[in-house]
């Protein structure tokens, strides 16, 4: 009876109280709703009786819309403080609002609203036991803390997984936040240190796709150093590593460790393709390796977490994430806008949106999120709008929409929103922005400090316009700051007015990577600053490469004609997977909406006709390639590896070995109005307008 009377007088009062809107001369009630901290679920739900959870929010709007259909306005806010989450707050369709009335969560007027996942920890104490000093680093002993996780509550501390390039997204272990940073498990060599793999059994040596020896996974391998001798308890250590190639990473339990062989061997399901030799690992999870500030280590069967903090007065916020579900789930609800709330500290995704239309995330902060920060699957006009979001252990946003099968849209996109430090656990393949389907956007965002590529496509009619994009590739290689490969009918995506500058690498990296015979982009406008190889055309079609400017790059364009390739691993490639992903979208649709498609009918046939193969089929060469009016001071191109520089339109671009001739990025790269580059056609590229811009939820736009 209690829940019933209240829910009763939660109609009432929201429907009689409130304020009113005029808008056109036109006098109009908009609901409210208040949630607390000190709240009570039992009270109205108003600003002097507001409710506990969100829970009881959503259960009370459900409510007053039975009464009717209603026209206007609903708000939640939520009152300052932490709210420590356990479980999803789940809408439905039932939890929509209409595309003029949207159902709007949100802070109250600039109060500091924050989603946790964790628990904030304390009660850390300098260590005084002798068997665990003895284990320490002589530098480590007078500054390593130890607290009891158990004692404050905390039973689930989760696990280490394997994870990374091609494995399931699954939630992460139980991490530790200091002062909104994630700290670093304790590793060896230090974080930015290597070690190598040395070899491996001789009794299963395969090659590659290119001659390269490997060994077998199930049969480990050799390292260098005598280091692993020193450490007392080896039960649950990890390897993370770059096995075979830069390009493809995983995490793995150690499963024999023999310090006098300098030997190891991993568990299933094992990590990549084989191990190379001098390829790069480390070894982590190891208490006498925390030996640097910001380092930590918990220990399962005490219950107790060691920990170094970054800072000498020890005075920061500590938190141990455990929430491994979303803090938000959309199953096909609409119109549905979340702003201005913080979302920190969880093992996996934090915001989850599927189906449903013209939903928003909008002013929010997410930082230190275990997997995704936002992931969209399907529905259509879901857009991130000047969020910021830092630290996923995979992507930031991934979004996912469209029917490449009918070539539908779905409008979702990204825009203002600031990117750091996404891939911190996963690595490679988990960008700022992975957008996978047909017309998605990026814009005017701003992403750094990634270890591999910050925008990944997959799909059609997609757009990445006035982005800035910077330290990429920070810690792999074979990668571009903006990438997609694989597949011929990835048309219609257009990448313009990008300013991408300062990439790292593992023997470089590329600005804009087309890759394995990607086709059929419209690369225009862009500006590429101290980037290897700012163009990347991996033996694609078709491509239109103009108007950019590329300063002070290793080279600003580079092709090759991988698909004539003549080894085994490139013939492959067009022969078997190219051919098959032009075999799976409608051949008529495709063909009318990219007529370029039809010129690879003479390598592969046409469609309804039998197709060339055998000796006959010969590999496709990378025509229709566009290079034109392009502004390049510095290294210039390179046409090589089976591509014939004739096939490519390559004309009016402009070419200064002196970077002196070109201003800096403080005045925007300004060409002076006497250079010789104008004569080419060039137009002025809206510099000063890439990347965030002010709104009502970013207050500065500085880069």
């Not at 009270?43 to 259960?59: K, S, Y």
Request: proline share 5%; with cysteine; net charge neutral.
């Amino acid at each position: 009876m209690q829940t019933v009377l209240s829910i009763l007088k939660t109609a009432l009062v929201a429907s009689c109280i409130l304020f009113a809107l005029t808008a056109n001369g036109v006098e109009r009630k908009s609901y409210e709703f208040f949630i607390s901290t000190t709240g009570n679920n039992t009270n109205p739900g108003t600003i002097n009786e507001p409710f506990l959870t969100p829970e009881r929010a959503r259960d009370a709007i459900r409510e007053l819309k039975k009464n009717g259909n209603l026209k206007d306005t609903i708000k939640v806010y939520f009152r300052k403080g932490d709210y420590v989450r356990s479980t999803t707050l789940e809408l439905n369709a039932d939890d929509s609002g209409e595309s003029k009335y949207p159902i709007i969560w949100t802070a109250y007027r600039g109060e500091r609203v924050r989603l946790l996942g964790g628990k904030v920890i304390s009660g850390f104490k300098p260590v005084t036991e002798e068997k665990i000093l003895n284990r320490l680093d002589a530098k480590a002993k007078k500054n390593v803390l130890v607290t009891n996780l158990r004692s404050q509550g905390i039973s689930d501390f989760g696990k280490f997984s394997s994870r990374g390039f091609g494995r399931p997204t699954i939630p992460a272990h139980g991490e530790l936040i200091y002062n909104n940073r994630p700290m670093t498990v304790a590793r060896w060599p230090n974080t930015g240190e290597w070690e190598r793999i040395k070899d491996f059994p001789r009794d299963s040596i395969k090659a590659d796709g290119l001659g390269a020896k490997m060994g077998a996974l199930s049969n480990g391998f050799f390292y260098n150093s005598d280091r692993p001798s020193k450490w007392k308890n080896t039960g649950n250590i990890w390897v993370y590593g770059y096995w075979a190639y830069d390009w493809a990473n995983s995490y793995e339990r150690v499963t024999e460790l023999n310090p006098k062989r300098h030997f190891l061997k991993t568990a299933e399901p094992y990590g990549n393709y084989g191990f190379i030799k001098n390829q790069r690992f480390c070894f982590f999870n190891i208490l006498e390796e925390l030996d640097q500030p910001g380092e930590w280590f918990l220990d399962k069967e005490t219950d107790l977490l060691y920990f170094w903090p970054p800072t000498s007065n020890q005075s920061g916020e500590a938190i141990f994430s455990e929430l491994e579900k979303p803090f938000l789930q959309l199953n096909g609800a609409s119109h549905v806008i979340f702003s201005e709330i913080e979302f920190e500290a969880s093992r996996g995704n934090a915001i989850q949106l599927e189906g449903g239309d013209g939903n928003r995330i909008t002013g929010c902060i997410l930082r230190n999120i275990g997997n995704n920060a936002v992931v969209v699957k399907g529905g259509t006009n879901h857009g991130i709008i000047s969020c910021d979001i830092s630290d996923s252990g995979d992507c930031g946003v991934d979004l996912t929409g469209g029917d490449r099968q009918t070539l539908t849209a779905c409008n979702h996109f990204v825009e203002n929103c600031h990117f750091q430090r996404q891939g911190r656990w996963t690595k490679c393949y988990v960008p700022a922005v992975s957008m996978t389907g047909v017309g998605m956007r990026v814009s005017h965002c701003h992403i750094h400090d990634h270890p591999h590529a910050a925008i990944v496509y997959v799909g059609n009619e997609i757009k990445i316009e006035y982005n800035d994009i910077h330290h990429t590739a920070l810690e792999t290689g074979d990668v571009g700051a903006i990438y997609t490969g694989r597949d011929y009918t990835y048309r219609g995506n257009s990448i313009k007015y990008n300013y991408i500058h300062e990439t790292g690498g593992v023997r470089g990296s590329k600005g804009i990577y087309m890759d394995d015979c990607t086709s059929g982009t419209e690369v225009f406008g862009n500006v590429f600053y101290k980037v290897h190889w700012g163009m990347f055309i991996g033996g694609g079609r078709d491509h239109k490469v103009e108007n950019n400017l590329f300063v002070d790059c290793h080279l600003g364009v580079r092709a090759d004609g991988r698909g004539v390739d003549p080894k085994p691993m490139w013939q492959n490639l067009v022969n078997n997977m190219m051919r098959e992903s032009l075999q799976e979208v409608p051949a008529n649709l495709y063909r009318e909406r990219y007529p370029a498609i039809k010129t690879l009918d003479k390598y592969y046939g046409k469609p309804g006709e039998a197709p060339i193969t055998g000796k006959d089929f010969r590999g496709v060469p990378p025509e229709g390639n566009v290079i034109a009016n392009n502004v390049c001071f510095g290294p210039w191109k390179s046409i090589t590896e089976y591509a014939d520089e004739k096939i490519f339109d390559i004309r009016n671009n402009y070419v200064n070995d002196d970077i002196s001739k070109i201003g800096t990025p403080e005045t925007g790269f300004l060409i002076p109005a006497d250079s010789p580059a104008w004569t080419t056609g060039f137009k002025p590229i809206p510099f000063k307008e890439i990347g965030l811009y002010r709104d009502r939820y970013r207050k500065s736009n500085s880069k």
